[in-house]
Structures are given as structure tokens and as C-alpha cells.
């Protein structure tokens, strides 16, 4: 049993609170609570620079796991079940070992896709909040292993599973720092910029239920603060004409369209570009939340719902410094 | 982590080549990097200016008397080693990922020299081991690696 969810009779309730939040932000509240507390499906990604996806899939698929495409990423596979007579619930695979394979949920998967374009020619990319490195994996494997991706992490504690990821998936154009992105040296700029920002971790109830025995409304507000500073400093490192795409696991506007508000205010040039992955339909940023209004440019974020998309709950914010 | 100095790059590459036949123009896209304790890296030719990075690229090798390259080399570039190739079996292989040295039979390892050696299973490049005379073959991963896979 997966030690972070708690068996079913005691499956925690939502908070009132949250109930009603739900409520102002989507047109079935009932069914978002029933998916945050669904076991979420197992995925995968294939890590283009050891194999290919035909190759990851048949091997797995020979194992005598079953398989499912994910219609809007090619490199993507949900695990639908593994082998019958497997030794463990969730047996390891010699893929996975080898850095062929990288488990991964499929929202994470969407930042580094959504930049897609621009990773297959940079020549520098900064992933300013790296660890444990599902993301900056796929960005080394989007880039080919080309250029220089530097992987950086404020925490020291987590630096370590950051390069074993990233050494196990082959990554050879990464360079990894240990640094507070509020207090990253000026000077050099990137044209491609990946802020996937500590956060609530609300979209992922469905993985980490005890959640919800933290949650607490108030929280917000000091995750909104550091991600601002966050967001700001990001783009003050993006070069002219670069972009920063700013994600979370929350779905909270003051964690997501709050933040990307104030950079609007706050800065000029910036342009908010919509986001399109074919084979998926996100949802719209919200202008509105309670008592809050924000610009209406944040319509063109784009967020996953677990009840809509099967995913984790994701926010993602495309910014071009124009 | 600094950039290594040219005879010692040389040597690196002379051993890859000369041992496993892999050609030099695989490393031409890259740099290689040296940190305190001698473990060479393969990493990106520009680095950021600040703040310094604490690591860069993929381990490929450490100094030691001779050059002993890394599991994580061959799991990339082993479609490029041309010899020193030792196949295993799937028992051997599970063996083996789980940290246990192994003997191995005379015909298995009929074409391979005593020294490193790269291993493979099936079609799939899996670490490197050292073949001792006599057949025995020294496990070369490192302990947190080990582990017990399931499907393979
Ligand atoms: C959502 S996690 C990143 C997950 C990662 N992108 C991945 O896909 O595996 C957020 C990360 O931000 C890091 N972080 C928090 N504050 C930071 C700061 N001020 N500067 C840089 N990193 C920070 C945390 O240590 C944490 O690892």
C-alpha cells in the first residue's frame, strides 16, 4: 500500500473552508473533491536520450504490463496495469533503473512540453527550482543533451536526489547549483526560464492525501509572498525577447494568478502567451476569484483540473519578456 | 569541478579508445571536467559564470592507477563500445544489480580481456564490472545503487 495514503476508512474530509473555495472556482465541486481523493494512475515517461517510445513500450509491454498512450504527449504512457504475477505491488523495472523510463505524474510533464519549441534550439535554459529533477530530465532530453541547462535548487537536502536523477537519466548538458534564486547574481540572462515554484501541493491530494490535515488557509499567503519574489527575479534573468514559464501544483489563484497579477503590475514588457498542447484542452486562468480581481491578460495561463483531465491539479503561466 | 588539463583528458579518452574502441568524436560536443578526487566528468562546454556550480554532466570515469569508467558511460554511449563487451544472463544480470560479484563459466568470457569490463543484457548496456583472471567478475556499482529489480 502506498504509505502516504491513508487506508479508506479514514480518508481525511476537505476542510469546509476548501468546500467552499472549490465552489467559486469550478461548476462541479463535488466531482474535483471525489478526483483529489482517487488513487492517481501510475505514468511514465520514455527518456529519449538513452531509447525511443516504441522500444520503452515494448519492452515494457513484454513484461506483461499493460499499457496506455497519452493522447496529447507521444513520449508519455500511463501504466494501466502491471504484470498479474508481479512480486510487488509496484515491481521495478529494469527501464527504470537504466534511465530509460522516468516515473513520472503526467501534469509535471507539461511545462517542459508546452516549451517544446524554444528547448529544441536554446543554447541556455535555467530551471531555477530543479529538485528532484523530473522536469529538468525531460528539458535535458527535449534540448538532446545540447547547450547548457543549469538545474538549480535553494535546498541542499534535496541537491542529492537532483543529480542521482540526473545522472541516471543520462544528462550530460546540465550544469547543477545550490543557490536562492532571490539572491541569483545579475548578469547573465537565459532565454528560456523554468520556474516550477514551491507551493500548497493542492493538485497532488490524490498522490499525498495527508495533505489535507495541513491545509490551511492562511499558508497561502506565505507561498504567495516567496513566489512573487520568485516570479520577479525570474524574469529580470530572462533575456529580451526570452521565456519564463512559471507552474505549480496548486490550484489556488492567490499561488497562481495572484503572483502572475503582480508581475504584471510590477514589470513592464511582459506578455502573457496562451498555452496549447494539442490533445489536451486546458482550462483557463480565472480573472475573478471571491473578492479578488485580477487582469484580465491572466485568462491566457492555463490549468489542469484532476476531474476534468485525470492529472494532477497544474497551473502553468507562459511569460514572454517582449 | 574545473576543466582537465589536456594530458589528463588524453589519457581518458586514449584508454576509452584503446580498450572499448570508442572513437573520439563522441566526446567532440562536450567538455571534460576533473573534480578534487579524480572522478572526470562529461559535461556542457559553457558553464554559468556565477554562482559556481557544485556539479556538472555525468560521471564517466575516475583516476585511480588506470582509467576505470563509469556504469553511467556505458548505460549512454555503450552502443559505441566495440569490444570488452560481457553478456549476461537474466539471473547473472539480477545477481549483479543487486550488488553480488559473480564467477563466471570460461565460454562466456571468451571474448573479453581481464580489466573493465562493459556488461550488457539482452541488447541493453547495463554497467561496467571488473573481469578478474579466472572468470571472477567484481562487482563495480556503488552500494546505494544496488537494488532488487523485478522486471527485466
Ligand atoms: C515544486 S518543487 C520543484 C520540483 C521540480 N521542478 C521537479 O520537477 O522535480 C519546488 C522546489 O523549489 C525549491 N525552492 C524553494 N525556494 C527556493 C528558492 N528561493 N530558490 C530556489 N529554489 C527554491 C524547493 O527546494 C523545491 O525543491
Redesign the interface.
Known amino acids: 500500500m502506498d504509505r502516504n495514503r491513508p487506508d479508506n476508512n479514514r480518508l481525511p474530509t476537505f476542510p469546509q473552508r476548501m468546500t467552499e473555495r472549490y465552489h467559486a472556482l469550478v461548476s462541479e465541486p463535488q466531482a474535483l473533491s471525489r478526483a483529489l481523493l482517487s488513487p492517481p494512475r501510475k505514468s511514465f515517461r520514455v527518456n529519449r536520450l538513452k531509447t525511443d517510445p516504441d522500444s520503452a513500450q515494448a519492452r515494457m509491454e513484454n513484461y506483461g504490463c499493460r499499457l496506455e498512450p497519452v493522447p496529447w504527449y507521444a513520449d508519455a504512457f500511463v501504466i494501466a496495469d502491471y504484470p498479474p504475477d508481479s512480486p510487488r505491488s509496484e515491481p521495478l523495472m529494469l527501464p527504470q533503473v537504466l534511465g530509460h523510463i522516468h516515473m513520472q505524474e503526467l501534469a509535471s510533464m507539461l511545462p517542459p512540453l508546452t516549451l517544446s519549441n524554444e528547448l529544441g534550439n536554446a543554447e541556455r535554459v535555467l530551471d531555477a527550482c530543479a529538485a528532484p529533477g523530473s522536469k529538468s530530465t525531460q528539458i535535458a532530453s527535449l534540448m538532446a543533451n545540447r547547450g547548457l541547462l543549469v538545474a538549480n535548487d535553494k535546498q541542499f537536502g534535496r541537491i542529492r536526489a537532483l543529480k542521482f536523477n540526473l545522472e541516471r537519466q543520462g544528462v550530460l548538458n546540465a550544469a547543477i547549483t545550490n543557490h536562492d534564486l532571490r539572491h541569483w547574481p545579475s548578469g547573465q540572462h537565459y532565454p528560456v526560464i523554468l520556474l516550477d515554484a514551491p507551493c500548497s501541493a493542492e493538485g497532488t491530494l490524490r498522490k499525498n492525501p495527508h495533505l489535507l490535515l495541513r491545509w490551511n488557509e492562511s499558508l497561502l499567503e506565505g507561498h504567495r509572498s516567496l513566489q512573487t519574489q520568485l516570479i520577479l527575479r525570474a524574469y529580470d534573468l530572462l533575456s529580451p525577447g526570452g521565456v519564463l514559464l512559471y507552474s505549480t501544483c496548486s490550484l489556488a489563484p492567490e499561488e497562481n494568478e495572484a503572483v502572475v497579477d503582480t508581475l504584471l503590475r510590477e514589470r513592464e514588457h511582459v506578455t502573457i502567451e496562451p498555452i496549447q498542447v494539442d490533445g489536451i484542452t486546458l482550462s483557463p486562468g480565472v480573472t475573478a476569484f471571491e473578492n479578488h480581481r485580477f487582469d484580465d491578460r491572466v485568462a491566457a495561463c492555463a490549468r489542469a483540473w484532476p476531474h476534468l483531465h485525470n492529472i494532477d491539479g497544474f497551473f502553468m503561466a507562459r511569460i514572454r519578456k517582449s | 569541478m574545473m576543466i582537465c588539463p589536456d594530458d589528463i583528458r588524453s589519457r581518458v579518452v586514449g584508454y576509452l579508445m584503446q580498450r572499448f574502441g570508442m572513437r573520439e568524436s563522441l566526446w567532440q560536443?562536450?567538455e571534460f571536467y576533473q573534480s578534487s578526487r579524480g572522478r572526470i566528468h562529461?559535461?556542457?562546454?559553457?558553464?554559468?559564470?556565477?554562482?559556481?556550480?557544485?556539479?556538472?554532466?555525468?560521471?564517466i570515469a575516475r583516476l585511480q592507477r588506470t582509467v576505470k569508467p563509469s556504469s553511467?558511460l556505458f548505460?549512454?554511449f555503450g552502443q559505441y563500445v566495440q569490444r570488452e563487451i560481457l553478456n549476461l544472463d537474466r539471473d547473472q544480470?539480477q545477481r549483479y544489480?543487486a550488488g553480488e560479484s559473480l564467477v563466471l563459466a570460461t565460454d562466456q568470457i571468451a571474448d573479453c580481456r581481464p580489466g573493465f569490463v562493459m556488461l550488457r543484457?539482452d541488447v541493453?548496456p547495463?554497467a561496467c564490472g571488473l573481469l578478474r583472471e579466472g572468470g571472477q567478475l567484481e562487482n563495480q556499482l556503488p552500494r546505494a545503487s544496488w537494488?532488487?529489480?523485478?522486471?527485466?
Not at chain 2, 562529461?42 to 560521471?59: A, M, Y
Not at chain 2, 537494488?147 to 527485466?152: A, K
Request: a negative charge; one cysteine or more; hydrophobic letters at 35%.
Open positions: 560536443d562536450y562529461l559535461g556542457p562546454c559553457e558553464l554559468p559564470d556565477r554562482p559556481k556550480p557544485d556539479s556538472v554532466g555525468c560521471l553511467a548505460q549512454l544480470t544489480l543484457y541493453l547495463l537494488c532488487r529489480v523485478d522486471l527485466l
